[in-house]
């Protein structure tokens, strides 16, 4: 038995959600939706038992990514679960695993395998959290010294565990019909709302200070001093406010361009027809991906303090590479080191390219999977002769250019986001709005196979 069947074998012992027996109304799915959403905001709100961790007036880019919340039950957010859902995706990808995702068995397969390992590394990252006392004061060694007893910190362990399966669980009653979309999109979505909605409107009296734009805003008003909301150093201001507005408005109006293929159906008779190409061909993976490395990177060198201590050579260098490639907080803190504002822009940008084409060949986007694609559906390109090698050299003129291109783009927006202090950051208005895109055109589908049942039929759902 190979490590995939060994791991998929497991997943059967755990508790599943299953299909509903028949198809629910879009009604019902979107009041499920909203259910889980609910249940994952108490849960990211709701404090681990014997865990004190005090007010954090800034939120990572690790919390923003993984839907976390410091100290609470959603500690580990769906970290564990896409971790684990990309390895197996690039290992699948790059032919390392011989799987066919189109064959429900293998599909099947993959499922069950992705279940198991996003638990095992849940496990592994509340272990690793616990082992390096990252909620408890230590003297000497974290393992033996921490302040809290073992029955705590194996109470700690136990939690995190709990949460990342229960939201494995909420994840696969999403998608499996009971819901809508995927509850991992769902909770990043909410994730990056809550960051916007406290950076207008957060408010700490304890630090008698207001964070929020619009406290700030009264505050400046009554102080007669409006000129110094234009810009705060590392706090949210105008120019972030103006930078998220644009940010938004230019990803839907380039969410919504296509480059259009042009194909003939031969089994229709030869009508034509054209394929449309997404311009942001990549969409935002590029920028999620580098978003994990920095906030890895993040999590290696508090871990690496935790165990042993700020002196070493490993720390510094993670923290220096760390400090470095992470996004800073708004035009002011960007101007006061240029060092890092080039650094952190070249970076971007060479890494989402890389990352583009990347994702482009393993996940079955490169010319050679589409032109196959065509040839299966009996598809032709005008004035080209039916051939695979000649329509994937048709393709990559389109493919290629359009993934160099949506990388930059994409990398682009998420720099000056965060150069000028978009709320949310950079990265998590990219996720948002593909989210929410993805939301829209999920409902809208729904709504018209429920308008119209005829077209059910013809899908064959």
Known sequence: MGVLQALASIASYLPTVHKPARKQSLYRRLVLTAIVLILYLI?????????TVSQQSQISLFQILFAANVGTLMELGIGPIVTGGLILQILVGAKLLDLDLSDPDDRKLFTQAQKTLSLLFGVFEAL??????????????PITGSQASWAIRIGVLLQLTFATYLVMVFDEMLQKGWGIGSAISLFILAGVAKTMFWDL????????QQIGF???????????NLTSIIARN????????????????????LQGMRVEVPVTAQKYGGIRSKIPLQFLYVTNIPILLIGIIVSDLQLFSNALASISGTQNIGYHILTTLTYYLSPPRGFTTATADVAKLMSFSLSWLVMSILFGYMWVEIAGLGPAEQADRLIKGELDIPGVRRNPKIFERMLAKYIYPLTVLSSIIVAAIAILADIFGAYGSGTGILLAVGIINQYYAMIARERALEAYPLLSRIIGE
């Open 128 to 141: 690793a959290y616990v082992l390096a006392s990252r909620y408890w004061p230590y003297v000497g060694n």
């Open 201 to 208: 409107f957060g408010y700490t009296p304890q630090y008698s």
């Open 214 to 224: 619009v406290p700030y805003i009264i505050q400046a008003s009554s102080q007669g």
């Open 234 to 253: 590392g706090f949210p201001d105008l120019v972030g406010l103006i930078a998220t507005i644009v940010s938004v408005v230019v990803l839907v109006y």
């Open 43 to 51: 849960m990211a709100d709701t404090s681990l038992y014997g865990v």
